[in-house]
């Protein structure tokens, strides 16, 4: 059974920073491909950011030199470190195993999602 838990999420002012974590079971970590997505309300989901097995890193423009993301293979855990918080990266916050294909992250599995909200 996959499982992917999200946690970190909560209430930060502009320009603060938060750090998602996100633990993973049931996949052999260190294989897969991991990203973050978020969504915000009447938005679609949107992927912030992936990391590939080989640790290769990919950005949505909005976040990019923000946001950081990482993975600690020993913990089969990914991380979305969050600086300079805005108030328009508040949104439902998603964590997803799967694999990146031609430059593009393939989803096949997602967390239950963390809420950040960043007040103004």
């Known amino acids: 059974q996959v499982q992917l838990v999200e946690s970190g999420g909560g209430l930060v002012q502009a320009g603060g920073s938060l750090r998602l974590s996100c633990a993973a079971s049931?996949?052999?970590?260190?294989?897969?491909?991991m990203g973050w997505y978020r969504q915000a309300p009447g938005k679609e989901r949107e992927l912030v950011a992936s990391i590939t097995s080989g640790r290769t890193t990919n950005y949505v423009d909005s976040v990019k030199g923000r946001f950081t993301i990482s993975r600690d293979n020993a913990k089969n855990t990914v991380y979305l470190q969050m600086n300079s918080l805005k108030p328009e990266d508040t949104a439902v916050y998603y964590c997803?195993?799967?694999?990146?294909?031609?430059?593009?992250?393939?989803?096949?599995?997602w967390g239950q999602g963390t809420q950040v909200t960043v007040s103004s």
């Open positions: 997803a195993s799967g694999s990146v294909r031609v430059g593009l992250f393939q989803p096949d599995y």
């Open positions: 049931g996949i052999i970590f260190r294989f897969n491909d």
